[in-house]
């Protein structure tokens, strides 16, 4: 993401708007709005956990915890 500006480019805003996008496509949102908030969670999930994992193993299992908490039925 710290080279978004170097490129003029909102790469997070992006992704975060092509992740609402998904959600509501494949039906894990029923709204945008609900799509929106499920999105800015799982971003900052990702963040917090970014910083407390040493490797790409464990931050995808806890982002896997995260999905699946969220996303329950």
């Known amino acids: ?4 500006k ?4 909102d790469l ?5 708007l092509n992740l609402v996008d998904f ?3 494949i ?3 029923d709204s945008m709005d609900l799509a929106i908030e ?7 999930a990702a963040k917090g956990i970014m910083l ?3 490797t790409s193993q464990e931050f995808g ?3 896997n915890r995260v999905v699946q908490i969220l996303f329950r039925n």
């Open 1 to 4: 993401m710290r080279y978004a």
């Open 6 to 9: 170097t490129f003029g480019k």
């Open 12 to 16: 997070e805003g992006d992704l975060m």
């Open 23 to 25: 959600l509501v496509d």
């Open 27 to 29: 039906g894990l949102s």
């Open 38 to 44: 499920q999105a800015n969670a799982l971003n900052s």
């Open 52 to 54: 407390n994992t040493r």
């Open 61 to 63: 299992n806890e982002m």
